[in-house]
């Protein structure tokens, strides 16, 4: 997309055509609110995960290992593997298939892909293989989206396939269950080999039995007995949660009658109750007030079983329910176990969302009382309480908003958006390892690159200065762990790409990931105490000048090829200003004393002087810094304002008069051409690639609308510049 000569609005809908819309505090309190508005605080969704030899991988393609689910596979037989797919907004989306056989795809019952022999055996059963999966371009649609994979024998007598999201970073899609028999849950359901098609591919909601097959994996009924869940272990324990739902206005006797299979206590709003310590027929009476109030069953394998089962409550208007809804499942009680007898654990300690374990001895989480159905937390916001390099910046907005304009209301936000990460953090590592992918935290769960963890783990350390937040110090010793000692780098010290996201990403070096490290070593240098964080933030900035730097124009080039030992020569304005806004964080803490803070300076002013230069007629940097052609773009232009500001207020500019100029200019360019009264926020580039060629950003890299690479960070240049305004007047 490019802007039109008015600017991405016209002027009549533009911040600046408001009464206050000459108001930084003004502006930034619409952005916040507009955010907010769109991505309201909901939780994660609980699911019913089934054991299946169909799982996802860690890339978020789920594997479908025929030869392994199915010795009897043979040529001429099919196997059909059914899911569905919610989309709020109808689009374009790129999935990722591996052929280990005969493969068709189907959408909404139209077939969108059938394999070739040599897409049959061009890649292999293995995760962590070099050979590029196809891509499949399928438009989605609004509303739920059927997919059918047709499976057979290929050429070699291999068979099965992974499919899913071609996007595991920003969109890792988990596929529901897709028949009204299992609404809800998470999953593929498939039928066993067969030699005849099935009747119809099915591309909308329907039963089971309609299809004409059999689907698996197979439901199972618990029946209460804890033996047929974990087996006959003497000595373990495990915790049954439900809630008792007094739908009166008055107080309830409740008598609560069955059988227990074993040792058997309950525990009523934290208090126990009851106890029986043999199996038989069992009577208590509980007084149930209007509301609903936790009852938890203890139960204790003898050996000889363990479990119990209910009969009818005797209340009128009082049932039993679920403590939290999870889709795909209408019993009752949710199970927590089995516990070995070391485990030391509260049980009150899992009511709440996303609690994994106690102690190292208790790695369990809820399941269903049927055989096999787990219960996983799945974060389904487009937004909030995700974790991504994005979002870090966003938040930083938000949190520094917050104190300008006095908003405890925005730093709470901001505070129970990473408490949502990080408290979940154990939990997405444990959820991982035994299903494949995470269901939540699907970066943090995964680093494997400076995108995944250092922009947000900055913004988390500044968040926890507000208050506790359980879980960051862990993750933020993760991230420094992860940035020192685990992230590749050449044999200089400086850190880069051997690995990218894709091929084309491979053995090269970004400018972005000066923001990608440098802010969160500052940040973790002051929680740890440990300087030597600090001195290796202003090592990777003058080790990426080594690089990236063209000396001719006073810019950075975007990408180092480290492959073919050069630079790329292309100068994006989101990685320049990445670059400048790393070193405005870091010049801010480094002490002037340390032995590279007249480096880093004197970089500071070769790169301001040479931005200045380069900013447009309207106030606004260019998507590709030296072409006027290329559309005016926000994130860079903010970055640009916010290191101008920042080193106007703390005297790093020998000559301040021009930057001050092209600060204020710069903000109100953005507030007459970028920004609406609504607060919505126009021109930010979308994520990108890279190339040796301009016109792949020119004409190749569009711009999105409220993208999360530019809120935060307009937030950040209209607080500087407002600081920046403040400190002229209080100097004047």
């Known amino acids: 997309m490019a802007a039109n000569l008015s600017g991405y609005i016209d002027s009549m809908e533009s911040m600046a055509a408001q009464t206050e819309g000459g108001s930084i505090p003004h502006v930034l309190k619409v ?132 499919f899913g999201t071609g996007s595991r970073k920003n969109k890792p899609f988990h596929f529901l269950a897709p028949s009204d028999e299992r609404d809800g849950e998470e999953g593929w359901i498939f039928t066993a080999p067969s030699a005849h098609p099935l009747n119809r591919i099915p591309g909308t909601n329907q039963t089971e039995a309609a299809t004409g097959a059999e689907w698996l994996p197979a439901r199972e009924e618990g029946k209460g007995r804890l033996d047929l869940l974990y087996g006959m272990r003497p000595g373990y324990s495990a915790y049954a949660w439900t809630t008792i739902a007094n739908r009166t206005a008055s107080k309830q006797q409740v008598t609560i009658s069955g059988t227990a299979f074993g040792p058997l206590r309950f ?43 209910l009969g009818d409550i005797a209340a009128p208007n009082v049932e039993l329910v679920l403590g939290r809804r ?109 299903f494949g992918a995470a269901g939540l935290n699907n970066q943090l769960s995964h680093i494997d690159s400076l995108d995944d963890c250092g922009s947000f783990g900055a913004l988390a350390i500044m968040a926890e200065q507000l208050r506790s937040i359980e879980g960051s110090r862990a993750v933020a010793d993760d991230i420094a762990h992860y940035i020192m000692n685990v992230q590749d780098r050449m044999e200089d010290g400086a850190l880069y790409r051997k690995v990218g996201v894709s091929p084309s990403m491979h053995n090269t070096m970004w400018c972005d990931d000066m923001y990608m490290s440098v802010p969160f070593l500052c940040r973790y240098a002051e929680l740890s105490g440990d300087a030597g964080y600090m001195g290796e933030a202003a090592r990777q900035l003058l080790l990426y000048k080594k690089y990236l730097y063209m000396a001719d124009r006073q810019i950075m080039s975007h990408v180092y090829d480290v492959r073919n030992s050069k630079p790329s020569g292309t100068v994006w304005g989101r990685g320049n200003g990445w670059v400048f806004f790393s070193l405005a964080v870091l010049l801010e803490v480094l002490p002037r004393t340390h032995e590279s803070y007249p480096s880093i300076l004197a970089f500071y002013r070769e790169l301001a002087e040479g931005y200045r230069r380069l900013q447009g007629k309207h106030g606004l940097w260019h998507q590709v810094l030296v072409d006027a052609e290329s559309y005016e773009e926000s994130s860079c232009t903010s970055m640009f304002i916010y290191g101008f500001a920042l080193g106007i207020r703390h005297s790093w500019l020998e000559n301040p008069e021009p930057y001050i100029r092209a600060a204020l200019t710069g903000w109100q360019g953005l507030c007459e051409r970028a920004i609406d009264k609504q607060g919505n926020l126009y021109g930010v580039c979308k994520g990108s690639s890279w190339s040796y060629s301009h016109a792949y950003y020119k004409h190749d890299l569009g711009w999105n609308l409220n993208d999360t690479h530019g809120i935060g960070i307009v937030l950040l240049a209209g607080i500087e510049t407002q600081r920046m305004k403040e400190w002229l007047i209080e100097k004047a």
């Open 31 to 162: 952005i916040a609110q507009r955010y907010i508005g769109d991505n309201p605080p909901h939780g994660p969704v609980y699911r019913v995960t089934r054991a299946s030899a169909v799982r996802k991988r860690a890339d978020h393609l789920y594997e479908f290992p025929l030869r392994s689910m199915f010795k009897e596979m043979e040529a001429g037989l099919r196997v059909y593997a059914w899911a569905k797919l919610w989309i709020d907004q109808p689009q374009e989306f790129i999935f990722h298939l591996r052929c280990y056989g005969q493969v068709k795809l189907h959408h909404n019952g139209n077939q969108r892909f059938g394999s070739s022999p040599e897409e049959e055996e061009m890649t292999e059963a293995d995760p962590t293989s070099a050979v590029p999966p196809i891509k499949l371009k399928i438009n989605l649609l609004r509303g739920w989206n059927h997919f059918v994979l047709e499976l057979g024998v290929g050429p070699e007598g291999n068979c099965g396939a992974a």
């Open 267 to 309: 525990i009523w709003q934290g208090k126990e109750v009851y106890a029986v310590q043999e199996s038989g027929d069992f009577s208590l009476e509980l007084g149930a007030d209007p509301g609903s109030g936790d009852l938890i069953a203890h139960c204790r394998c003898d050996g000889q079983g363990w479990g119990f089962q």
């Open 326 to 434: 999870v889709h795909g499942y209408k019993g009752e009680w949710l199970l927590l176990g089995p516990l070995s007898p070391e485990a030391n654990m509260d049980p009150a300690d899992y009511l709440a969302p996303g609690k994994v374990s106690a102690d190292r001895c208790t790695n369990v989480f809820w399941t269903t009382d049927q055989p096999g159905a787990h219960v996983r937390p799945f974060l389904e916001n487009e937004l909030y309480g995700r974790w991504n390099y994005p979002l870090g910046v966003t938040l930083s907005g938000l949190l520094g908003s917050s104190r300008l304009l006095q908003r405890e209301d925005l730093a709470n936000y901001v505070a129970g958006h990473v408490e949502f990460a990080t408290s979940t953090y154990a939990y997405s590592l444990w959820d991982r390892e035994r």
